[in-house]
């Protein structure tokens, strides 16, 4: 996965690409698409923190006429695990199935990896249009315990930092 790809369609005489190359990346697009309201569980960071986020994570950007206009980041191993993350396309140009385009080109890239074990993404609860589109497109579905035993977990960073019993090297123990 260490080369970059690109896809390229034209839809009503516009074309447009997708292209896995870091250095077509708009750090100012995807801070303001980060700030967006459809990107809800998301902020901006600083500007170090995008560069380091961004060389961590296998990124594809999505373009029209050079201006980026759609983002998706996976963050992956590149051997056995991959976490789809930040989707998004400016809602000026949705409608469009570009955000449908963008996870077909995600899905082909994970398909690419001969010994993945597992893929994942979260999706808001009441987002059944985005649940849809994963579950059609990407073949994901949603967590069920009774199916192989395992479990989905989260936790924050302030639930993280708020663990302070038990653990040896933790500030209590």
Not at 20 to 43: C, E, N, R, V
Not at 81 to 94: E, K, R, S
Not at 105 to 120: A, D, N
């Amino acid at each position: 996965m260490a080369t970059h790809k690109e896809w390229h369609r034209t839809i009503a005489e516009t074309s447009y690409l997708i292209s896995t190359s870091p250095s077509a990346l708009s750090h100012a697009f995807i801070q303001g698409a980060f700030d967006s309201d459809q990107m809800y569980w998301a902020k901006s960071v600083s500007s170090s923190a995008l560069q380091t986020m961004l060389n961590h994570s296998f990124n594809f950007g999505l373009y029209m006429e050079k201006a980026q206009i759609g983002y998706a980041r996976m963050v992956t191993d590149h051997v056995t695990l991959a976490y789809l993350t930040d989707v998004y396309v400016d809602p000026a140009y949705q409608g469009k199935g570009l955000g449908k385009w963008l996870v077909q080109c995600v899905k082909e890239s994970i398909e690419g990896i001969p010994e993945l074990r597992r893929c994942l993404l979260i999706t808001g609860g009441g987002n059944h249009g985005a649940q849809g589109l994963y579950e059609k497109v990407m073949g994901m579905k949603v967590i069920d315990p009774n199916d192989d035993g395992m479990v989905a977990m989260q936790g924050t960073k302030g639930d993280l930092l708020g663990v302070t019993d038990g653990i040896p090297g933790s500030r209590n123990s």
